[in-house]
């Protein structure tokens, strides 16, 4: 019974982590006055959002404008033609002011739907947590399922500050240089690098502690979008690392993922940084291009929660005297299905909602081709297991639809619904030799199959889209290719398959790069942090299981046989 | 006064309580064990590496029964419990020095 009471032998670490906290405040507190060196500095941030959206953000279905700007470029062979339809615009404008008014409120509609579209799937992307709790927490033994859960709910707690004080300004403090998120009002108030400027940016350097101008409308609507995508990066560790990391460790792993090493990878992709601007400054296809994150959040989730878990080692007995693999079966197959079925609706918002606006049709398609690989990947890790074993195991074809919507997510909108079927087998494939390979080979304990599914398909879903991206959708993508591109007018993302190679050089480069960044940084952190004070829990507390030398409690608490202590309710008798 | 123990197939446990019931006894207690005779355990997969079932899930039934119930209780639960493929389970008949009901205190046949 000893497990019942009451053990205190985790004091190191959360003074550490107090500490740490503390720290933030006061960086807060700091910040909070030194925005006023940005208040002056135009465009004003709007945080009402009643400025935001007018007649310049009304677009036709192709994506043309409404209002004629003034051409500036007075060099361009294109200039006289320009400056002839800016001329009949403003004569046009001139004889019908009632038209520029509805235009105005036409605009803002249309920036307020496109709101809707993003915030609500932005919720659908958040309830994706429930879904990672749900199949890691069935995929571990019951020992440990207060500790899962615990882990699963603190992820999204500690990630999210982080991302608050510092992650949302590294990755979009400079979005609206190169990549505007135009269907949401453009966020026009983050634009100045920390590191790098123009094409070559490194690091965002406005919004910390989204004051100032991250107090913004615009900005607060992608604000709430990638928050989340975040998040989902900072729980795809847990499946790798569960069942024997403190709990002191693992919120320093959250931190360092929400405040540095998401959003730096996600400013190089997402924030308009140089990876994606690799088309217009090297005419590499059009730049990196990874349209919902497999690479941008799941493999750099997955490649992290690989470095953690090869510093952690395997749980004791994973591997017996002789080097095999044991099975530690998971406790709970409802809960293993039901979350994985969670995942794929929140999926639902992940992909599509990646236009950032409901204005943008493709989303159509973008759900389709998102279904279609996850059925995909689903079928082809089962069929591949009852080949291999004899038996389809529940697990992996839940791992199997996983890999394929995790492989989808980069090219979900620039591929055909075939194009989706086939990279949703091939991930279903690499998953379980991915798990295989793991286990067997490298030897790395990962009780959920986090790297594989995140890691391996993330990083075959970012060179998936340089192989089969069609070229029907994201023309002028990166800022590449808006008039015409391969000599086409209205020419989107093209992969290799359908024309364009250096598009597929670029994915393969910049998947990979992405890769050994996440590996790499995490390993070089950890690796210092684990020498300072072993993030592993003590040989006995994990032959326990983590729930009471943890957390005090038991996930399942049936399983104690309780003792009523004296002042707890004795039955009633029977009188 | 005898005690009768089986170790019976989960599956069979209704057809013992019936045909047992129908003898007129008044008490069957039953639990939940584990274990293992001469069927064995088995081999599985999970995620591409092998366990072994050692010990399988059997319900463990406990009876205390006057010594002329002895006989008709056994040939009830072989009735009962038989398939007639490994893994059957036993039957333990043990005396039973004394039996003692709680609420009245009283001792001995009468308190079965």
Same mark, same amino acid.
């Given at each position: 019974m000893r497990f019942l009471f009451f053990e205190r032998q985790c004091g190191r670490g959360s003074a550490a982590i107090s500490r740490a906290l503390l720290v933030l405040l006061l960086a807060q507190i700091l910040c909070g006055s030194m925005w006023a060196a940005f208040a002056?500095?135009?465009p004003q941030p709007d945080?009402?959002?009643? %400025?935001?959206?007018?007649?310049?953000?009304v677009l036709d279905?192709?994506?043309? &404008?409404?209002v004629v700007f003034e051409p500036?470029? =007075?060099?361009?062979?294109d200039y006289a033609k320009n400056k002839k339809a800016f001329d009949e615009f403003q004569a046009q404008a001139a004889r019908e002011p009632l038209a520029l008014k509805l235009a105005d409120g036409v605009g803002h509609d249309r920036i307020g739907t496109n709101f809707s579209w993003t915030l609500l799937t932005g919720y659908l992307v958040l309830f994706m947590q429930a879904g990672f709790a749900l199949l890691t927490c069935g995929l571990v033994r019951k020992k440990n399922a207060a500790h899962l859960m615990m882990l699963n709910f603190a992820a999204y707690v500690f990630a999210f500050l982080a991302y608050y004080a510092v992650g949302y300004a590294f990755q979009?403090? %400079?979005? %609206?240089?190169?990549?505007?998120p135009t269907n949401l009002g453009?966020?026009?108030?983050?634009?100045?690098?920390?590191?790098?400027?123009?094409?070559?940016?490194f690091l965002g350097g406005k919004g910390f502690f989204l004051?100032?101008?991250?107090?913004?409308a615009s900005s607060n609507c992608l604000t709430l979008f990638e928050v989340v995508f975040m998040e989902t990066a900072g729980y795809i560790i847990v499946g790798a690392i569960? /069942? =024997?990391?403190t709990f002191w460790a693992f919120l320093i792993c959250e931190l360092f993922i929400g405040g540095m090493l998401y959003p730096i990878s996600g400013c190089w992709v997402w924030g308009g940084g140089w990876l994606s601007q690799l088309g217009s400054?090297?005419?590499?296809?059009?730049?990196?291009?990874?349209f919902a994150g497999s690479s941008v959040v799941h493999s750099v989730g997955g490649f992290c929660a690989m470095a953690l878990a090869l510093i952690l080692? &395997? =749980?004791?007995?994973?591997?017996?005297p002789d080097g095999k693999p044991r099975a530690f079966p998971a406790s709970n197959i409802v809960f293993v299905v039901s979350g994985t079925f969670v995942l794929l609706f929140g999926w639902m918002g992940f992909n599509p909602g990646?236009?950032?606006? %409901?204005?943008?049709?493709r989303i159509s398609v973008i759900a389709v081709n998102t279904n279609l690989a996850a059925v995909a990947g689903s079928a082809a890790a089962m069929l591949l297991w009852y080949w291999l074993f004899g038996k389809p195991d529940i697990t992996m074809a839940c791992n199997g639809m996983l890999a394929g919507l995790v492989a989808i997510t980069a090219p979900c909108a620039f591929v055909s619904p075939t194009a989706s079927v086939i990279i949703g087998v091939v991930a279903g494939v690499l998953v379980c030799l991915g798990v295989l390979f793991n286990e =067997?080979?490298?030897?790395?304990?990962?009780p959920c199959g986090a790297i594989s599914v995140h890691g391996y398909c993330g990083w075959f879903g970012a060179v998936a889209l340089g192989i089969?991206?069609?070229?029907?959708?994201? /023309?002028?993508?990166?800022?590449?290719?808006?008039?015409?591109y391969l000599g086409k007018?209205?020419?989107?993302?093209?992969g290799l398959l359908h024309g364009d190679w250096s598009q597929f050089v670029v994915q393969l480069g910049g998947a990979t790069l992405l890769a050994i960044y996440a590996f790499g940084t995490t390993y070089v952190v950890f690796k210092a942090v684990n020498a300072w004070r072993s993030m592993r829990v003590s040989k006995d507390v994990e032959l326990q299981g983590l729930d009471v030398p943890e957390f005090?409690?038991?996930?399942?608490? /049936?399983?104690a046989v309780q003792m009523l202590s004296a002042g707890s309710q004795s039955p009633q008798r029977a009188v | 006064m005898k005690r009768i123990d089986a170790v019976i197939r989960p599956s069979q446990l209704d057809e013992v309580k019936q045909r047992v019931n129908a003898l007129g006894i008044t008490g069957l207690t039953v639990s939940e064990v584990r274990g293992f005779g001469r069927q064995k355990g088995h081999t599985e997969t999970y995620r591409g590496s092998e366990y072994t079932v050692d010990f399988l899930p059997k319900i463990f039934v406990t009876i205390a029964v006057a010594e002329d119930l002895v006989d008709p209780v056994v040939e009830a639960i072989i009735e009962g419990a038989r398939?007639?493929?490994?893994?059957d389970g036993k039957i333990f008949v043990s005396s039973l020095d004394d039996v003692i009901r709680?609420?009245?205190?009283e001792r001995g046949p009468g308190a079965i």
């Open positions: 002056d500095q135009a945080p009402a959002g009643t %400025a935001t959206g007018d007649k310049t953000s279905a192709a994506g043309n &404008p409404f500036t470029d =007075r060099s361009s062979p979009f403090g %400079a979005v %609206a240089v190169n990549a505007s453009g966020a026009p108030t983050l634009n100045h690098f920390l590191i790098g400027s123009g094409q070559w940016g004051s100032g101008p991250a107090y913004d569960c /069942e =024997r990391i400054s090297k005419h590499l296809g059009h730049g990196y291009v990874d080692g &395997p =749980r004791l007995g994973k591997y017996g990646s236009t950032l606006g %409901a204005t943008d049709l =067997r080979i490298l030897k790395i304990d990962d089969f991206a069609d070229g029907t959708y994201g /023309e002028g993508w990166n800022g590449v290719g808006a008039a015409a007018t209205g020419q989107g993302v093209t005090g409690m038991l996930g399942y608490p /049936e399983d | 398939t007639g493929v490994i893994g709680i609420r009245t205190g």
